[in-house]
């Protein structure tokens, strides 16, 4: 999946918007407070969401075939259902990472770009085919269309949780991590201008030579 996703990334024509934009200050982060908070966001909820899965999801998706905690076969339903609704959560977040600068209309970011769809859908046909024909070589098992529906649907909420966070203001000193160090900068740019000023000098000492 990652490797579809970053596929998506690196084939993509840059748009207008990208073009017109104010490039970043010397200073700036490398994880700006947006991708901070959008990161930290989806890790809370996707973990909180995967241990209730753990411990409560034969409860939650009412799966017959749990009933007896021994049974072989349950343990896979139960497994390959958690495995499924962690993978729709990151394939329904990579709609929230397509949205950038404040954007909320997803099919604006999308639409324009015919091969992230593309991949999209191949990613989730692959999936399907992971888990409905994919059993002996994956250890997964073939669900219910009742358990895909709650683990599409526990995959779209991750999709409309990052709209949620989107909302969420952040102070601006609380992700200073990758910020250029102003000390080292300012070193390093000196000894670039005493540099300059010598090879300016070497310059002048030869043409007085000459």
């Not at 909302?167 to 740019?189: E, H, Q, V, Y």
């Amino acid at each position: 999946m990652s490797t579809l996703a970053a596929i998506a990334l690196v084939t993509e024509q840059p748009n207008m918007d990208v073009m017109l934009r104010k490039p970043d200050g010397r200073w700036k982060a490398l994880i700006s407070r947006t991708m901070m908070k959008n990161i930290l966001g989806q890790a809370l909820f996707m973990i909180s969401v995967l241990l209730i899965l753990l411990f409560y999801g034969d409860g939650i998706f009412c799966m017959d075939t749990c009933a007896d905690p021994d049974d072989i076969n349950a343990s896979r339903v139960h497994f390959t259902a958690i495995f499924n609704t962690f993978v729709l959560m990151n394939l329904f977040n990579e709609l929230n990472a397509r949205m950038t600068n404040g954007l909320r209309n997803m099919f604006s970011c999308i639409l324009p770009q015919l091969i992230f769809p593309f991949i999209w859908i191949c990613t989730l046909t692959i999936q399907i085919l992971i888990l409905q024909f994919g059993g002996s070589v994956f250890s997964t098992t073939p669900l219910s269309a009742k358990l895909w529906f709650y683990c599409i649907l526990l995959g779209a909420a991750a999709y409309i949780w990052g709209q949620l966070i989107s909302f969420i203001s952040m102070p601006k000193n609380i992700c200073k991590f990758g910020r250029r160090d102003r000390a080292a900068a300012d070193l390093c740019d000196n000894e670039k201008v005493n540099f300059e000023e010598m090879e300016n000098e070497s310059e002048g000492k030869t043409l007085r030579l000459l």
